[in-house]
């Protein structure tokens, strides 16, 4: 089969994939680790690959109809992860959502406002009809301890636990939530140990459902990863870094999948914010856009070399997005447009096009095997990285900055093999026909320089017949 053809396939499999969840079934189960540890699946055995899309201020800040419209267009561009906070940032206990209703009566989390979370029951329902989890955050992490932002500080170890197994209780029958703890905060910080609190919220939800949840943890952004800090939790089974904007270009997040892939007992690991799209390019906290605004082209560097060194899938953001700015709202850190212009920016297609890609492939078991590439490495902006499946049935690499490269197919358990080129701008292909089965195939990519990122895809051909 053409690479072409099998890419076309896969297509269509996905549209026929949201055309049933449409409909309104949910039909493979939870989301819960692999058994390799290193990726997710349902329940029933079916591969997972998150695409994440980071609307913090969801529940806080739109309507209904607004959330509908959100929603139709992330599905649409195949998205399957929504990541949104309960108790949002942005002064989410005093300032009411756009029905009038605030989260806790008298800020108590034991205390919860039936009418507020009637909407939050709402979304879940309005999501799982559409084929997407609810990355779903019990509480930005300002309100277990400040640190920087507005807080106030609600939870203590006793209503931590209380609040969880509410929640637990409340969503034990919704398989489409993926519990993520944390909301932009390390879980300990000079003298400031917040681990009590989440192990009591995680202990609530667990018990609520049996131990069914999948939970996860937002950590702030920086070189740090939950790997770092609470790996050995036993209620984190996904370990997640925020590459985020605070530190230019090209941040080696890679670098960072590699260390956490590493790690015992294996878990699997994202990049849970990486550099938002139109977002300015300037450290924290001044965000002033003197530097520029991040585009398409650095999303697609940071989320395609996450993926391609191990993660088990990865988030976009918009900077308009998370925070929902419009009409209604005051702009945070120099947004440059209302959130309904935003939506269809470049990189969130992009993104999408990630997805389908890996997704065409056998994606269950990839190894990231940076032993592919054997001349045209580069630094920073112009670093690649590669992987392969356990079959040895196809390779990927991913070249931010187009170039002539040397790479190793002997990884590759058949004697025909087939190459081409994929476009992560456009998902446009290129076909460069039978390749040879060495250890020195010298190949360029279509465009050359700065902007212009390509994946070399190369199958054996025996495997793209099957």
Known sequence: ??????????????????AVYGQGKWPHGR???????H???????????WLGDTAWELFHRLTREEIGQYLDNRKEKGFNVIQAVVLAEMD???????????????????????SYFQL????????????????????????????????????SVENAYHYGRWLGDRYREKENIIWILGGDRPAIHDSVDTRPIWREIARGILEATAGEALITYHISGGKQSTSQQIHREPWLQVNMMQSGHGSGHDVPVWEWITRDRAMMPTKPTLDSEPNYEDHPVNPWPQWDPKNGYFDDYDVRKQTYRSVFAGA???TYGHHSIWQFWSEREE???????????????????????????????????????QTIIVNGQGEKGQHIRAFRDGAGSYLMAYIPQGRTITVDVTSLNAGALRGWWFNPATADTVDIGPVEHTRSLELTTPTLGFGNDWVLVIDGVAAMRR
């Not at 990726?39 to 690959?49: I, K, M, N, S």
């Open 1 to 18: 089969m053409h690479p072409l053809r099998s890419f076309s396939l896969a297509f269509v499999a996905f549209m026929v994939t949201l």
């Open 31 to 37: 989301v819960t680790v692999a058994p390799d540890g």
């Open 39 to 49: 990726y997710l699946q349902y329940e029933d055995g079916t591969p997972f690959f």
């Open 92 to 114: 989410g206990l005093f300032t009411p959502n756009q029905y009038g209703d605030i989260p806790l009566v008298d800020q108590d989390p034991e205390k919860p406002n039936e």
């Open 120 to 155: 939050v029951d709402d979304v879940l329902q309005m999501a799982a009809e559409r084929q997407l989890c609810m990355g779903l955050l019990p509480t930005w992490g300002d309100k277990v301890t400040r640190m920087w932002g507005g807080g106030p500080e609600v939870f």
């Open 312 to 314: 088990c899938g990865v």
């Open 331 to 369: 702009k945070i850190n120099h947004a440059d447009r209302y959130w309904t212009e935003a939506l269809d920016r470049p990189g969130a297609f992009q993104v999408g096009y990630l997805r389908r890609l890996i997704e065409s492939r056998p994606f269950a078991d990839r190894i990231p095997d």
